[in-house]
């Protein structure tokens, strides 16, 4: 069983950055793959990005592509999610999850561990 807790949302103004750390407790998860989703009111949850288990593959949604970077550090048994550039349409809930496996799959049927989300929110 895996624990994830997510930090580092809050309130920021468009063009601004943020940095989300996500821990795991419980279990290593060193060799599974993480991911970023999000969910802003009233939509359903979508992919943002995710990391295969050594930090060699990432992935992007097209909305986020050469503003965020996914990263982890193994060692620490966190991922991170630098967001820079925000613009309103990123407010949202981010979720970290994990899953039992290595590659860096993008959907959110392919995880199974979630946090509890942290709260992103951009002005314009």
């Known amino acids: 069983q895996v624990q994830l807790v997510e930090s580092g949302g809050g309130l920021v103004q468009a063009g601004g950055s943020l940095r989300l750390s996500c821990v795991a407790s419980?279990?290593?998860?060193?060799?599974?793959?993480m991911a970023w989703f999000r969910q802003a009111p009233e939509k359903e949850r979508e992919f943002v990005s995710s990391?295969?288990?050594?930090?060699?593959?990432?992935h992007y949604a097209d909305s986020v592509k050469g503003r965020f970077t996914i990263s982890r550090d193994n060692a620490k048994n966190m991922a991170i999610l630098q967001m820079n550039n925000l613009k309103p349409e990123d407010t949202a809930v981010y979720y970290c999850?994990?899953?039992?496996?290595?590659?860096?799959?993008?959907?959110?049927?392919?995880?199974?561990?979630w946090g509890q989300g942290t709260q992103v929110t951009v002005s314009s």
């Open positions: 990391i295969d288990w050594n930090g060699n593959t990432q």
């Open positions: 999850t994990t899953r039992a496996g290595i590659y860096a799959w993008t959907g959110e049927r392919d995880y199974i561990y």
């Open positions: 419980g279990d290593t998860i060193s060799r599974s793959a």
